[in-house]
């Protein structure tokens, strides 16, 4: 299917956990995101990769890992997943044109840490 | 930290109303995005207007920019009951520490459109 597509969708596991949430899009776009969404917070920037192999940090990075092998998809992983990770996380992707670079974001992943 | 922030937090206007919603930001910026969130959804992008422009219309929407005052508003005009969302500006800015173009989301406002 064409697109932006996150899995799993739901999500639930106990502190300690390794989790990995997975992104996939089929435009080949440049750059994709992890953002975490939070009451009170908005959303906030977790990592981002303009291309593959090339990842860097945003405003949240602590207890993430990510990896960019291939162009298509962007993994998140919470090493040792903490009750504060429990969020709602979104992947996005663009194409990143210079001044053009709209985001198009995937349904989302609900995480739950007990 | 965020960098744009919206006014109102929560909006709740009829059907046939305009709903305005104001975004203010700290830095300079490449662009400004709207995008919408439907309950339990990803983000849908709406407009983008760019740091040399001042006001952009896309169907109901108009979109204004005031670099001097670091501000944008979205207008829906003729809202519909299927307008009710949460409605989010972003800035695009060049990361200084990476050299590469990120977007700052709000917190948000939510509209709710009645019937």
């Known amino acids: 299917d064409a697109g932006i597509t996150q899995s799993p969708r739901y999500k639930i596991t106990e502190t300690g956990r390794q989790v990995t949430l997975m992104c996939h899009q089929t435009w080949s776009h440049s750059y994709m995101f992890w953002y975490r969404q939070d009451l009170g917070h908005g959303l906030r920037l977790i990592y981002y990769s303009a291309a593959a192999d090339i990842t860097d940090k945003g405003e949240v990075p602590d207890g993430y890992v990510v990896s960019r092998s291939k162009t298509e998809n962007f993994p998140l992983t919470l090493e040792s997943a903490t009750r504060s990770q429990t969020s709602v996380y979104f992947c996005?992707?663009?194409?990143?044109?210079?001044?053009?670079?709209?985001?198009?974001f995937g349904p989302g992943t609900r995480l739950t840490v007990l | 930290s965020q960098q744009g922030e919206e006014d109102p937090q929560a909006l709740s206007i009829q059907e046939g109303e305009n709903a305005t919603m104001n975004c203010s930001y700290k830095?300079?910026?490449?662009?400004l995005q709207w995008y919408r969130q439907n309950s339990g959804r990803g983000l849908v992008h709406l407009i983008l207007i760019r740091s040399n422009e001042r006001e952009k219309h896309s169907g109901r929407l108009r979109v204004t920019l005031d670099t001097s005052k670091k501000s944008s508003s979205l207008l829906i005009t003729a809202s519909r009951a299927a307008d009710t969302a949460s409605y989010f500006c972003a800035t695009d800015a060049i990361s200084l520490d990476s050299g590469y173009s990120t977007l700052t989301f709000g917190k948000g406002t939510m509209l709710l459109v009645s019937p």
């Open positions: 830095t300079s910026i490449n662009n």
């Open positions: 996005a992707s663009s194409g990143g044109l210079a001044g053009n670079n709209e985001q198009f």
